[in-house]
């Protein structure tokens, strides 16, 4: 049992700890820079949409008023079978930069792919349908395209608080600016784990269709840039505002689909899991996509093996440290929709245990062969 404690507290000590260290040291020693000047390259804004009435009007008018060359920016809206209006609005939008295609249901990658296959812009840009860009964003996006090395180059999403949000808001925010910090260091290494669907780009001719579409299509996508040897960077000046998600319960259901998808996305790119032809990236990926996801395991296997060795006094205090904390995510989950709920000695807690729950269930589901193709969106529109 202490064999099993130690190397569970030494596992979980380099997710959260070990791996940022290594990374932030690696970046120190590569130094790797990108580039950059002021470039216009053609470009295609690839938004798919599945019954996003609420959001792609606003969607629509903020990618018109881009601050980018009318004459090489082109707007597709690929509609997976939507059965709402969304298809409707697009059309009433009379501009000869904006082009729809009605497919029928099929899932969003292939939606993707019938839009790249229409695509002319030399680089193609995806984003989410409830992502509002900044003005400067394109600019801010190409400007790496200068550096020949760079294939693909991810935004920055910003969330915009929703005034009807739950506790979980606040530990999604708290994560998202980890992970775009840790992009930031990756960056210096090489390149990125991957890109998020919010506000991502690539070259055109880097674009592959994925093998399998039960994949995370922004993880797929943007994970072919660097098995072609390409760089894949982060922009943190390429502003996407995106609503957090809100809610717990929705929250939850957004990881364990996510997380499933991005499991299965590591398979679809096991090729990049080796060190002797893609390097540091490897490491990176192995860490972040692997290790982290496997974290909820490693945290009951600590748990189970304190709770055995509680007969002696330092394993009985550690013990205490940890029902301490689970007892604290707990009140902040039913406290979550109060003042109190949103504290961070409760909400912290809370969305840590919501996000390992999810992971296990997504990864169970993985286990148990479960396959997700389609996508169900459930946006919201930014409050003015």
Not at 15 to 20: E, I, L, R
Not at 93 to 118: E, T, W, Y
Not at 124 to 152: C, E, I, W, Y
Not at 209 to 214: L, V
Request: glycine share 6%; hydrophobic share 45%.
């Amino acid at each position: 049992m202490e064999l099993v404690f130690w190397a569970s507290v030494l596992i979980l000590a380099y997710t959260y700890a070990g791996f940022p260290v290594l990374v932030a040291f690696w970046g120190i020693l590569r130094r790797m820079r990108v580039r950059q000047e002021e470039v216009t390259p053609t470009v295609s804004v690839v938004v798919a949409a599945y019954n996003e009435e609420d959001v792609i009007a606003d969607k629509l008018r903020n990618c018109l008023a881009l601050d980018y060359p009318a004459e090489a920016l082109e707007i597709i809206v690929a509609s997976d079978g939507s059965d709402d209006r969304t298809e409707g609005i697009v059309a009433g939008f009379a501009d000869p930069r904006l082009q729809l295609l009605a497919l029928p249901r099929r899932g969003k990658i292939h939606a993707l792919v019938d839009a790249v296959a229409r695509a002319r812009g030399e680089i193609l840009v995806f984003s989410d349908a409830n992502t509002m860009l900044h003005p400067q964003a394109l600019h801010k996006l190409m400007r790496n395209f200068a550096d020949v090395t760079v294939g693909g180059v991810c935004g920055n999403q910003v969330h915009v608080k929703n005034r009807r949000a739950d506790s979980s808001e606040g530990g999604e925010s708290l994560y998202w600016s980890y992970d775009k910090w840790l992009k930031g260091m990756q960056t210096r290494t090489g390149s990125i784990v991957a890109a998020d669907g919010a506000l991502y780009a690539i070259r055109r001719n880097l674009f592959r269709m994925p093998e399998r579409t039960a994949v995370t299509d922004d993880f797929a996508i943007s994970t072919a840039v660097v098995q072609q040897k390409r760089r894949l960077v982060f922009e943190p000046e390429a502003l996407g505002f995106e609503p957090a998600t809100g809610a717990a319960g929705r929250e939850f259901r957004r990881k364990v689909r996510l997380m499933n998808r991005g499991m299965r996305g590591v398979l679809l790119r096991r090729e990049l899991l080796n060190p002797f032809r893609y390097g540091f990236y490897s490491v990176i990926l192995f860490s972040h996509k692997v290790v982290r996801r496997l974290a909820p395991i490693f945290l009951l296997t600590l748990l189970a093996s304190n709770l055995a060795l509680t007969h002696r006094r330092f394993y009985a205090v550690t013990a205490v440290l940890q029902l301490s904390f689970y007892l604290l995510a707990a009140a902040g989950g039913l406290l979550r929709s109060r003042r109190a709920g949103r504290q961070k000695l409760l909400s912290i807690p809370f969305f840590y245990c919501l996000a390992n729950a999810a992971a296990l269930v997504a990864l169970a589901g993985l286990v148990r062969g479960e396959q997700i193709e389609r996508w169900q969106p459930q946006r919201r529109a930014l409050e003015a």
